[in-house]
């Protein structure tokens, strides 16, 4: 596994119940104090408390293991560990159409975007990150791509086109790994759409991982991998940090920082409004259709 150093030939000694005990105490406590985080998460915070230690055997074998019997058990909520990665798609179906019209105004938003003189993407490399950030993103109605490592051609493509089609500059704010392939990623997603949009203005912006934020909040390192790499001649760091090793309020705190800034709060303030009455004319035409 990525990032984790691997189990020593010299087995430690087996804890003994009192402190497994204290292991368990500790995941409650942990995984209580957020608002959900994934299991990696979770790892890295108790690999920073000093609970355990940061290896291969210790997240399989006592986070992940000690994580499932405690929510079958009931001493962790299941939404305070979160899977983003596994997607469960149902279609929407109504019972009559003023049900339709109901859900229709219940889900109803103004888009900002179309009036805003930009727009904005979020692109997330790992998508174990998309349920902690997703809640930002759609605050603001702004799209979430989870690339899963680099970026496929025919989703640059589409961002390309889609570009292209607005004719307006395109932010695209990263979420990747501070490592040699994620220190890259950004610049490879603008260069490949370039291609394709050689007249669009597409401006990248690494929200994280950063240098700086390794030494602000003090994020869990490991050694970079050199060896083997094709990417790390050009990083010139010989440390290298996992995305899910930011706490998730910090992450979600940073993008939402990041987006904030280009947004214009009285414009959004007045589509507010103006939604809100739309939505109030949706309820009432439902109400006058037979049920």
């Known amino acids: 596994m990525t990032g984790l150093s691997q189990s020593s030939p010299i087995k430690r000694a087996r804890r003994t119940a009192a402190e497994m005990d204290d292991v368990r105490e500790a995941l ?3 995984a209580g104090a957020g608002n959900g985080m994934t299991i990696r998460h979770l790892f890295y915070k108790l690999v920073a408390a000093g609970v355990i230690e940061k290896t291969e055997q210790e997240y399989s074998n006592v ?3 000690l994580g499932l019997e405690m929510r079958r058990n009931g001493c962790i909520p299941y939404g305070k560990i979160i899977d ?3 997607l469960y798609s149902v279609p929407e179906t109504f019972g009559s159409v003023r049900q339709a019209i109901a ?7 103004r888009n900002y975007w179309l009036t805003a003189d930009r727009t904005l993407e979020v692109w997330c490399e790992k998508d174990a990150i998309r349920a902690l950030v997703q809640p930002v993103t759609s605050a603001y109605a702004v799209p979430l791509m989870v690339t899963r490592g680099f970026a496929s051609e025919s989703v640059v493509h589409s961002l390309a086109v889609e570009t292209e089609r607005t004719g307006k500059p395109k932010i695209i704010l990263s979420l990747s790994d501070y490592d040699p392939s994620g220190s890259i990623m950004l610049r490879d997603i603008i260069d490949r759409a370039k291609h394709y949009a050689p007249r669009s203005t597409f401006l990248p912006e690494q929200v994280a991982l950063t240098r700086e934020q390794i030494d602000t909040y003090s994020l869990p390192t490991r050694p970079t991998k050199n ?8 990083f010139k760091d010989d440390r290298s940090v996992e995305l899910d090793a930011m706490e998730p309020d910090n992450l979600r705190d940073l993008l939402n920082y990041a987006i904030a800034a280009h947004v214009d709060f009285d414009t959004l303030k007045f589509l507010r409004v103006a939604e809100e009455s739309e939505k109030n004319t949706l309820i009432e035409m439902a109400r006058g259709v037979a049920a």
């Open 63 to 65: 986070v992940i293991r």
């Open 84 to 86: 983003g990665s596994r």
């Open 28 to 30: 409650v406590t942990v």
């Open 227 to 234: 060896e083997g790499n094709r990417h790390a001649a050009g």
């Open 103 to 109: 859900a229709t105004a219940r889900l109803y938003r």
